[in-house]
């Protein structure tokens, strides 16, 4: 073997440092040179996922969803929502990124997170935002539509449309067909609380009607 150079540093440093040893990765490199290579090598390189495939899930309140008119559309009803966020409760599972559990009072602090990380969105009567309180009488309401005027309807479908993506489930086939039948989501209105007006010699719509109207 020739004596390997003392020099460890300057231009010629790296040339010195490998000159004692076989160059086994390049295109010269001998038969003996790659006979010392870890067979399993090659078989593990094959099963390490490429760098696309490697993700992580980081903060579910960071994913983007799309709007329309200035606004998430809610493709879930009051009702669905309603029962989405009771489950949530039910099954006592964790919120995303913490030890805490859900609850009524972490779903209120969720969905004012969610409401200060983006643009103002217009709420109806002299609501001021979510609140436990207004959470609280949210969960009680009922119909398709009750408590659709709750900013606890608006940030409760945010907040679960975004859960849904950060656990990649998929839409219902009820969420699939409101997209195509109302683009725009849901009015966010409840009939309970609402009037309508309608002009001379035109037909009042069904609460129904109202429940299925977009924006």
């Known amino acids: 073997m020739p004596k390997a150079a003392r020099h460890t540093c300057g231009p010629n440093a790296a040339v010195n440092r490998k000159q004692p040893y076989p160059d086994i990765f390049s295109k010269s490199a001998s038969k003996t040179g790659k006979e010392n290579l870890d067979p399993k090598a090659s078989s593990i390189s094959k099963t390490l ?3 696309d495939e490697i993700t992580t899930k980081g903060d579910y309140r960071d994913i983007h969803l ?10 879930d009803n009051a009702a669905t929502v309603r029962r989405k966020l009771k489950k949530l409760l039910q099954d006592k ?7 805490k559990k859900w609850s009524q009072a972490s779903m209120a602090a969720e969905m004012q997170e969610l409401e200060s990380r983006s643009h103002p969105v217009e709420y109806n009567l002299n609501a001021t935002g ?19 005027d709750s900013p ?11 859960l849904r993506i950060y656990n ?10 409101t997209e195509q039948e109302i683009p725009t989501g849901h009015m966010r209105w409840d009939p ?21 109207t977009g924006r």
């Open 152 to 162: 606890c309807y608006y940030w409760g479908y945010v907040m679960l449309e975004k």
């Open 49 to 51: 996922p490429k760098s």
């Open 93 to 99: 599972s964790t919120i995303p990124g913490t030890s």
């Open 168 to 177: 990649a489930e998929k839409k219902s086939k009820p969420r699939v067909i």
């Open 66 to 75: 799309d709007e329309v008119k200035g606004e998430v559309p809610c493709y």
């Open 192 to 212: 309970s609380t609402q009037k309508l007006w309608c002009g001379p010699g035109l037909p009042m719509p069904s609460v129904g009607e109202m429940n299925n």
């Open 130 to 148: 979510p609140t436990a309180r207004s959470l609280g009488n949210f969960m009680k309401k009922s119909g398709q539509m009750g408590g659709g």
